[in-house]
């Protein structure tokens, strides 16, 4: 009984510590506190985001990405943690961001597709994938086929709905939107 509570305690631990990680990265974008934000990913050679290798990459990556907003919120909301074993896990977590950028205030609905790693007795993202529903002016509606509205890039695809291999198996079942059901 004893070890069947200190492996639920030791979960339930876990389960906390990668959670704030969604929070903290939040707080830290939001902050731009740079050299916290950093921390949150493990410490290795490994491949962050747009070439990023290792802390130091990543920390030049956002560097570069924050500089074009000059005001954020990120809204952590629900979060899905599964557990692989005692040193790997994964989840997802979705946010509602905000952005001023210049005279547009911009906003994006989107989850974080997450893998998480402990090293030395703490929790790490490993891997971060930002998967969008949508990212437009706040003050359009979000559409149409083409709900990634960027201010200087051509219109485009948001990986989600469709990115989830159960959207595609639904709608095959049956109707499109606002058809009855098979």
Avoid at 55 to 64: A, D, I, T, W
Avoid at 91 to 108: A, C, H, I, K, N
Avoid at 139 to 161: S, V, Y
Wanted: glycine share 8%.
């Amino acid at each position: 009984m004893e070890q069947d509570l200190a492996s639920r305690l030791s979960r339930l631990e876990a389960l906390e510590e990668i959670r704030q990680l969604a929070s903290r990265y939040a707080l830290a974008v939001d902050s731009r506190d740079l050299d916290t934000l950093v921390t949150l990913f493990i410490d290795d050679d490994r491949l962050f985001r747009e070439g990023a290798r290792g802390r130091s990459g990543l920390r030049e990556s956002f560097n570069v990405s924050q500089r074009r907003y000059s005001n954020s919120q990120h809204f952590v909301c629900n979060h899905v943690i599964d557990l692989d074993d005692e040193e790997h896990a994964h989840g997802v977590v979705y946010s509602r961001v905000e952005q001023e950028l210049g005279d547009t205030w911009l906003v994006m609905n989107m989850q974080y597709w997450d893998r998480y790693e402990r090293k030395d007795g703490r929790w790490y993202f490993a891997e971060r994938k930002g998967m969008p529903w949508y990212y437009t002016d706040w003050d359009q509606k979000p559409t149409g086929p083409t709900k990634m509205r960027f201010i200087d890039r051509p219109r485009q695809e948001a990986p989600l709905p469709t990115a989830w291999p159960t959207w595609g198996e639904f709608w095959s079942r049956g109707g499109g939107p606002g058809a009855p059901p098979a």
